[in-house]
Nanobody, 125 residues
Framework: QVQLMESGGGLVQPGGSLRLSCAAS????????VAWFRQSPGKEREFAAG????????YFADSVKGRFTISRDFARGTVSLQMNNLEPEDTAVYYC??????????????????WGQGTQVTVSS
């Protein structure tokens, strides 16, 4: 069974940057779409960004477009989420997930079947 591990969360001031990383054990990302979701207290888990491991297709939520980038590292077997110009509204637990969603559902949490434990990102002055 594939296990996912996120790293890189923390506390940052508004306008700052953080880089999250997702690694897999017990398997690889080959054939999967790797996505980052986030969830803040009282809100539903929402899609932030995704990448198809094989084709490199990228997907972004409108709320992060232009500020977040997602990339893959074949040598390390990891997927990273670079978050720039962070806003207090970006504060959430960020989760890495993998699945094989169809295009119309690649932003739905139900399309992903392996999840990490999450890493906290707090944007505050």
């Amino acid at each position: 069974q594939v296990q996912l591990m996120e790293s890189g969360g923390g506390l940052v001031q508004p306008g700052g940057s953080l880089r999250l990383s997702c690694a897999a054990s017990g398997g690889s990302f080959s054939g999967y779409t790797v996505a980052w979701f986030r969830q803040s207290p009282g809100k539903e888990r929402e899609f932030a960004a995704g990448i198809r491991w094989s084709g490199g297709n990228l997907y972004f939520a409108d709320s992060v477009k232009g500020r977040f980038t997602i990339s893959r590292d074949f040598a390390r077997g990891t997927v990273s989420l670079q978050m720039n110009n962070l806003e207090p509204e970006d504060t959430a637990v960020y989760y890495c997930a993998i699945g094989r969603p169809i295009m119309s559902s690649n932003r739905q949490p139900s399309s992903y079947y392996y999840w990490g434990q999450g890493t906290q990102v707090t944007v505050s002055s």
